[in-house]
């Protein structure tokens, strides 16, 4: 707004219409203001006119005339309505309807002066002059504001008297109406200069309005102006402050003008320094003695540097443009300057610490990658890097070497489809792209082919490079040649293979060789028994002695075999275990009480000692860990001298790996010992030290399987002696917790046969046999078996007729028979609604526990081994008939 502007707002000059609607409207409260005086003016003079001319006029006149008056007040009245809310009333229209009614006043007093004009008497015509007159005065002077209006009122009630008394021809009744005239006039011209005086009094008012509404106005726009300022200010303030770059403004006398919230953060500075209004030095002196610039100015470029060095030194020379900078916090800080023509800068300061780092990662990420290029080129490994679709994009020279092909020969192809050769499984790449796919990654082993044809198995890992969105955008793929490492391979499989082939071979061989011995042995040892025991044709003394050495040979060859065949097992890792709380005082009693016999044979003392409670337990399997103490007490007994002393001994000692505490048993003989040269060669399998050539018999293999034995079963054993002065074996076994209830466990699980109960009565029992010899050494076992009826046949489809028709209690069955196994045989008999129920009892030269295992697996009720024990045998065949 200008000042001319501004002085005619403040001084304005109301306009002419403005003037006249303010007089109008004053005119309107002039009215109001007005109407009860003239009401009751005008109305006390009606009545008092109608009592004095009472008789003088006619009373109907009067009367019609009064009621006219009365209504044309009513009407005054009504014409000031203002009109309903909804609906007022113009001003104008008001106005016209009170001037109205003002005329019809007037002309209702002017027909006074005609039609109730008193035909007679002076004084009557003198108050009626007077009092139209009096009347016409007082309305010109209360309505003076309305002059014209006023004037008219008048005219209407004075015009018809005056032409009445100049009518009348008399001097005086004309001299009368000159007065009258005159005095009108005299009270227009007054009401005239009083409406002169009224319009100048509203248009004063008027140009007071206006200017205090000029006033009004101009504070309100000014307020508005003023928030519109502060807002627009608040807003630039808060832009400023929330812009990412700081900003400092110094003015021409180098103090500072404007600074945002940003510039104290970028640059560290306490708002109280800023709020100070500070000039530049006072800010560098701050920086400066704070450690501002300790580790920027290596960032700068040599302008800048230079200009920062003449300014600390005093000169204040303009600095660049644009330079760089870092913070005592680590930011980098890109400054740019910007003079003013009138003097003062504009400073902005940007953080671009990311962009500066992704610069820094940017360059170490390209020399990291021509370091990787530089392996790559040199490294054995082909490198192949492809695109999303595994098209090649560049190779290593290692992956020439590799395969033959160049890069040239290569780009644009897949390496999958390049070196693929016949012995190259499509399933194995299949699985790989898969892989790939799903998981990003892949290691794989795939035979291919050289350029030249020459097969190659390549080990490759292949890894999938992806965006920032998780597409893939190459593969990288190292591989390596593992061709020699898979003919080792090969070969060591193949050597597997072999001694796989060759320990079966073995195994069926033991398996064989124990079914042809024991097959003869059967008989021998059967019939030797039969001799020993026949009650009715008892042998004399010197022959019983012979076939107890039958009997003792026959035994130790069974050993024997069982021997070699227990330490295949072992060899071939098919010896079962089971390791159970073993109770050591109980074992300790069995093994003293089955050797004691033999002991007492040669007069040597066999004694125990144990140096720990009776309840202790071992961690082992009963069965191996007896097998194992049996033979350590034999050797002990077999190898000692006549009158000589066995201790069996057991005591708890600690782990010396800190593991827990282990069981010791041990076996002390008085025997003649071992020399260093027999310690060493004493776990050599069918190595007896030279006592072969002595008359204690053997293998050399019982301390090869004890010792294989043991290790089963997670311990050691071990042996000191001196020549002369004896030996100590002893095995070290974990200690085990006591099982609850510790009465309970470790039984020996043999079979017990009540004396009293005896096999029932006409039971028949079938023996399924094609060896005669074996059939008639049946026969003879069981001739004395009371209430057993023995029938046999050599062939199996004979005796499953056999089974059918003489329906046996008991059948005996061998598993090698011609034709059909046993094994057929058996599940012919269970089929079958006849035999489906018999027990069926498998009698077999077979004697490995994976032969026992499978008969008892197949159905077989019992499994018992050739050759026969003449009481195991009976008890047997006892028990199964009674059930």
Known sequence: MTGDETATTIAPTPQPVRIDA??????????????????????????????????????????????????????????????????????RTMLLRLRSSLWVMGLLWGVTGTLLFPPEGAVYHVFLYLLLAGMAAGTLTLTAFDLFPAMGFCVLALAPLCVRLLGTGSAADAAMAGMVMLFVTFLSLTGLRAQRNLRDTVALRSADALRAETLLRN??????????????????ELTLDSMAQGILSIGADRRTNFYNQRLLQLLDLPPALLAARPSMEDITRYQTEHGHFANDRHLMDDAARSAFSRWRSGDRAEFPPSYTRRTLAGRVLEVKSRYLPGG?????????????????????????????????????NAVTITDAQRRIEWVNEGFTRLTGYRLDEVLGRQASDLLRGPQTDAADIARMLVQLRDQGRTAVELQFQTKGGRPLWIAMEAQAIRDDAGQVLQYVTISRDVSERKAAEHALRAARDEAQRASQAKSEFLSAMSHELRTPMNAILGFAQLLAADPCFPLPA???????????????????????????????????????????????????ALMRPVAQERHIRLEAHAAIPCDCFVAADRTRLKQVLLNL???????????????LACEVNSDGDGDGAVVRLSVRDTGPGLSPDQLDRLFNAFDRLGAEAGPVEGAGIGLVLSQRMVALMHGDISVHSQPGAGSTFWV???????PYPASHRDQPAELTVPGALSAPTSSTVLYIEDNPVNLLLMEAML??????????????LLGITLARTERPQLILLDIQLPGIDGFEVLRRLRGAAATRDTPVIAISANAMHSDIQQGLDAGFDDYLTKPLDLTRLRARVRRALRH
């Open 732 to 738: 070290r076994l974990p200690l085990a917790p006591a």
């Open 344 to 380: 003062g800068v504009v400073r902005t300061f940007s953080d671009v610490t990311p962009y500066f780092d992704a610069q820094q990662k940017l360059a170490d990420s390209e020399a990291q990658a021509r370091k990787l290029a530089l392996v790559a080129a040199h490294t054995d």
């Open 22 to 91: 303010a007089l109008g409207a004053e005119r309107l409260r002039l009215y109001r203001a007005n109407l009860g005086s003239a009401l009751a003016g005008q109305g006390l003079m009606a009545a008092f006119l109608v009592v004095v001319l009472w008789g003088q006029v006619a009373q109907g006149r009067l009367l019609g005339w009064l009621a006219c008056l009365v209504l044309a007040l009513a009407g005054r009245v009504l014409a000031q309505w203002p009109g309903t809310p909804d609906k007022p009333t113009d001003p």
């Open 783 to 796: 001739e004395h078996e009371p209430g057993v009826r023995l029938i046999t046949a050599q062939d199996p």
């Open 542 to 592: 010197r022959q019983q002695g012979q076939v107890r050495e039958i009997l003792r040979a026959g035994a130790h060859l069974l050993e024997l075999i069982s021997d070699v065949l227990d330490l295949a097992r072992v060899e071939a890792g098919k010896q079962p275990v089971v390791i159970e709380p073993v109770a050591v005082a109980t074992l300790m009693d069995d093994c003293m």
């Open 633 to 647: 007490l034999s050797n002990a007994i077999k190898y000692n001298h006549d009158g000589g002393q066995v201790l």
């Open 219 to 236: 504070q309100a726009r000014l307020q508005q102006l003023s928030s519109e300022l502060s807002a627009k200010t608040e807003a630039l």
